[in-house]
């Protein structure tokens, strides 16, 4: 057993390495690849566009784990109106609604964050069909493609239409 005290060092220093550096490539690979199914018609491969995208806070906090299905999302997502409503270490979501240019199917993106001072750090991102939350996004209040691309704030924000 005493033989074996020295790999110890050597078993924290790998893992450090794999945190701070590896880590992070697996995630932000996995984000991108999520991010381009979204971007692309599964049925046409049509652009994708986002037509509507709404912030709503879920009741998680920091980096804890939650389902990530449609019905999480449905049944726990609050809409608020900006970012100044997140209470601080509360996670919120932006859902969007994406419209394919060609044959007009919908789906929804949901990207899930953290806001930390002015950045969002991102949890996850997920495409899901639009049918289980139609009635969801027909009571939400909206913000037009329009609306959003005439706020520029400067922050660090993780608009859908940007990550896409
Ligand atoms: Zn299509």
Redesign the pocket.
């Known amino acids: 057993m005493g033989d074996y005290l020295w790999l110890i060092p050597l078993i924290i220093f790998l893992l450090v390495i794999f945190v701070r550096f590896i880590l992070p490539y697996i995630v932000r690979d996995a984000v991108k690849k999520a991010a381009e199914k979204g971007n692309i018609?599964?049925?046409?491969?049509?652009g994708?566009d986002t037509i509507s995208e709404t912030l709503c806070l879920i009741p998680v906090s920091f980096d804890h784990k939650h389902e990530r299905t449609a019905e999480y999302y449905i049944n726990n997502s609050t809409p608020i109106q900006s970012v100044e409503q997140i209470p601080t270490g509360n996670r919120a979501c932006r859902i969007a609604v994406l419209k394919?240019?060609?044959?007009?199917?919908k789906e929804v993106g949901v990207v899930d964050f953290l806001r930390v001072r002015d950045t969002e750090i991102t949890e996850s991102i997920d495409i899901f069909p639009y049918e289980p939350f139609s009635g969801f996004i027909e009571r939400l209040p909206q913000i037009s493609a329009a609306e959003r691309s005439a706020d520029k704030d400067g922050s660090s924000v993780n608009k859908f239409s940007d990550i896409l």
């Open positions: 018609c599964d049925k046409c491969k049509g994708m394919c240019r060609i044959c007009d199917r």
